[in-house]
């Protein structure tokens, strides 16, 4: 521990060694039975290390706070595979998802980015709404859907892609032109949107909704670049065991 400024409740404090993203993302790594762990974060390339990126941030009690929100939030993404699945074949869906957890669970991957002093995370900038989303974290208030609303895709029938983490980018998706920010853990993705603006119908349908409601889009193997981020890892690691 360290002492400091908590950056969640601006109290003076011993501070935790905090992760950004959450431990759970990288339990992929931890629990391989490889002799050789990788976890690859990419920002102009591949690059390997053996845990998972971490910072003094927090007090143990805003630890413990937002502890709670990743605690729901894992169970969650494990049933992700378990979701049904429209007839359109183009989503997934849960209709039980406890919005005020996991909305802010979501809000605190994109708030923790955008603090971080880590380089990896450097294209994550939030100006004044970092600030806001501070407020919404420490006052435990999801606001609305559409508030920072965060799409998420994913890919089922990959395995390649369990020890892939790549750094976030800042991105205007097209046609929509909105400033957003892309996060990709494993095989799910996720597209923060930071806007004033509003926000197409379209993409309002996929953030969890205050009803409970969760559509997770299935995004094609072939054309999602992480792919070939996961592939150049492989070869990495088949290359390193045959020296």
């Known amino acids: 521990m360290t002492r400091g400024i908590c950056r969640l409740c601006h109290q003076d404090?011993?501070?935790r060694d905090s992760h950004i993203l959450p431990e759970f993302f990288y339990l992929g790594i931890y629990e391989s039975r490889e002799s050789h762990k990788t976890l690859a974060i990419t920002k102009d390339g591949v690059r390997t290390i053996q845990k998972g990126l971490r910072?003094?941030?927090?007090?143990?009690k805003c630890e413990t706070k937002l502890s709670r929100f990743e605690t729901y939030a894992?169970?969650?993404?494990?049933d992700i595979p378990y979701f049904q699945r429209d007839a359109s074949?183009?989503?997934?869906?849960?209709?039980?998802?406890?919005?005020l957890k996991f909305k802010l669970f979501q809000l605190s991957i994109l708030w923790r980015a955008s603090i971080s002093s880590i380089e990896g995370f450097s294209q994550v900038s939030l100006g004044?709404?970092?600030e806001m989303l501070r407020c919404m974290l420490l006052d435990e208030n999801p606001g609305t859907a559409c508030e920072y609303g965060c799409l998420m895709m994913t890919m089922l029938d990959t395995e390649i892609l369990h020890k892939v983490i790549v750094s976030p980018i800042r991105i205007r998706p097209?046609?929509?032109?909105?400033?957003?920010?892309?996060?990709a853990t494993g095989n799910l993705t996720w597209i923060f949107f930071v806007t004033s603006h509003t926000i197409n119908r379209q993409i309002q349908e996929f953030f969890v909704q205050e009803n409970g409601s969760l559509r997770i889009?299935?995004?094609?193997?072939e054309k999602t670049p992480v792919i070939n981020i996961a592939k150049s890892l492989q070869k990495f690691e088949r290359e390193r065991r045959s020296r």
């Open 13 to 15: 404090s011993d501070l």
């Open 55 to 60: 910072e003094y941030l927090f007090c143990q």
């Open 74 to 78: 894992a169970k969650l993404i494990r």
């Open 89 to 99: 074949d183009r989503f997934i869906f849960s209709e039980g998802v406890n919005y």
């Open 128 to 130: 004044p709404h970092e």
């Open 174 to 183: 097209k046609p929509f032109g909105h400033k957003a920010y892309k996060f």
């Open 217 to 221: 889009w299935l995004a094609p193997d």
